[in-house]
């Protein structure tokens, strides 16, 4: 069984790099965390080499404790730090120092990034890759092999364009994007900081026809795609571009795997949409929007600033600011979940009629 | 917040050609709409230089008008021309002119068309693409970089191959088909002017296997996939090659982005799958039929001729033809709607009941 | 129509090779099966020369039934060998071999597999091919045009890597694997005879970031992937690295197409997992467990050794092993059609009421 296999430490040498060793009061101002010495042992404050979880960490890791779930493992820990909110710091055992925060997934993802720095881009062009004359590419960038890039591009300092990457015509990067292999990006303008996972496919034709009396007759695609600064696209995604206005995600949105964005969808500033979430055309996303897995919106709507918007819920009309909704159709959080249940306790008291009616698959 | 964003104009020119300009009369029998000269103004029938939307629209534009809930942006555009249905000509400003249809989105996608026609065919192999010697290349067809052409493929005239498309052996390309980038095409034949967005999969090995003794053995996939005249494929979507039979994608169907299509799946002509809708294996869609996004069918059942799938609707049975299914398991519209008001109905009525059964995701 | 297109053979020599002819005891040792003579005709065992479903076959042709649905071809088929179980023995015509077995697909599986032999690796790599001189290709791997071998990746003997598929750095893939066109792998570790279809996303980052002051801040995702033995991944899908742990594949589990594995979701042996269903991450599932098309789970949960999850079922929280559970949330599949017989029923006595508050999307 899986569950009983030995879980190996993280950052393998073989795919990450190791930066450090660096002692508690670093890590504490890294990660904006007060430093609590541990109350047994030697006392000393020592260097730390890397981090591991809370199972396999030994006296030179650092561990972190975010889901109260796991807090059993907090008390048998051997780590040497630990990154914990103020509610478990009791529970750290003696030996273990503590970095204690209001936000321990945000300071453990500060001290994870200090031991394991992102690689910088290694300036410069492969000879596999195809880059058009007219293209502008900033001597800082790195281009991977049998990546493609357009006649009029330009591609920022800093940037790095994954092998097999295509870059559009006239597509522009701002400075340090990371484009993943396999992506391939047309019609569109990215601003700084975008992350494109592998195999993302950003600006290509939206779905639009019109019924013709030989069949159908696409319509024209006409617009762009705008990612803003700081955006982060899932693998396989899909982003068209738009139709007559453009498609637009606002700055700091993250996208995750698989998901589909349709032709002239707006999202605000800090969104989430969650894998395999579907985005249909031309509906409003305000600020800080949340859209979880595997939910979908139909085409013309507005979601408010805040909603959050559940996994597998169909969106079939606005949503308010601030609401909390799931189910399809959607309705408020609350209500779906006593619906559930009156149907449940309803079906139970008629299960004697209901025998024998049901279904198969 | 997004929704205040400046909406820009379209067809950027760094992205976009243009033709043009024409005069009102050539767009109108582009239209095939009937033309109404302005009621204000100096009645001079002008050039048109492009296409905007009603918001951003001046007086050399021309701009359309099909959904309804955008009705107010026509009382105010400052276009010189617009596209609208008879029943929206008297809300046309004054110094406007029109051109009137039943079908203006029809109509507005001819119009488009003429402004900003698609790039032809540039013939030729491009020296970094890779084409086995024993496949056939129209010498009118286009191959970009690193895109790879097998045994014995077959590419017809005025067809389009993407960048790092690959083209497997035995595959045939009728005339002018568009291969997006990234495109992977095995074990299938295509018809003419099929148009295949970025990263779709064509003619992969099925899901199928048996239990064996010592785990699970692959299933030989031994049909092709067929794409027939017309057929539109959207991005990163999935379409398995049959298992004994063939795969099957009729005349002028369109599927959009994520979607999947299982094996020895038969789909008639001008079928609709939207984005992220799934086809499970052996099942078979007659003519017309349209399938909403995110919507899954079984295998091995028949929908009839212009039956409608609603948006995250799940098919477990035959569907007759003309009818109009939503929910999970597939009900007739308005029935499921029906149910969705009476449980709330009635769980309204238990709520004091219900109280404290809310569940927690 | 295409449900009245003629259905074609399988195996198109464009496409497939072909061994044989084989004998009937050849063809029964290969499938497990006992021999039926034909009641009449000749008598003759024959050599066949192929496979071809029971409405096209001939002959010299092997057919099969395993699907009670299609019983009636059975009786009219013209094949001169089927493979049936032994309820179907009876139905076989009188000219007709049977080879029976209480697993006809498996036995149809390895009889096709006879007379369609996958083609084995052709070593070497080609000369467009980029492969890093630190990197370890086996002489028996076959590596395609424009494949990209990272440093210090590990390809065993038998390898296919396909066209364009991204080996990165560090990652190691066991004997008898198969790469397919534009997969990208990276931080991974793969164990023998793993397929990966075309387009499939191993080892990029999970979807992990924590709230800051000024926006989102990516965790970085320090674990790897494992494939064990045997696994093997759909079209376009997605597997996540982990983030500190790993996320992990077990033996002989099959992944359909566009399907998410979240970061650190550890799969037992055996397991299935259909069309664009999604695991979220941390969560585990044991051995032997099914996820059929568009099913979600979310995060953190533990479903038991051969539960079964249905097509669109929403998972949010932990399923014991060997349950059966639809619907969204999951509830157990007899629980669930009763609850929509019970609803339906009410909802037709209310029906008076609730005229006029059907929906529209």
Known sequence: MTAGKEISGPADPRFFTRAGPFGAEQLAEAAGAELVPAKAGDGVVRDYAGIAPLQVAGPADVSFLDNRRYAPLLEQTRAGLVIVAPAFVD????????LVTASPYLAWSRVAR????LAPARPGIHALACVDPSASVAPEAEIEPFAVIGPNAEIGPGCVVGSHAVIGQGVRLGRDCRIGNHVSISHALLGERVIILPGARIGQDGFGFAVG???????PQLGKVI???????GANSTIDRGSVSDTVIGAGSRLDNLVQIGHNVQMGRCCIVVSQAGISGSTVLEDYVTVAAQAGLIGHI?????ARIGAQCGVMSDIEGGADVIGSPAMPFREFFRNVAVLRKLAKKASGTAQGETGKV
């Open 227 to 233: 990612l803003e600064n700081d955006v982060e696209i």
């Open 91 to 98: 529970k750290v055992p003696a030996g273990c120092a503590a």
């Open 213 to 219: 009396p030989a069949g159908f007759e696409t319509i």
């Open 302 to 306: 507005r979601i408010g600033t805040k």
């Open 114 to 117: 200090l031991f394991h720095p």
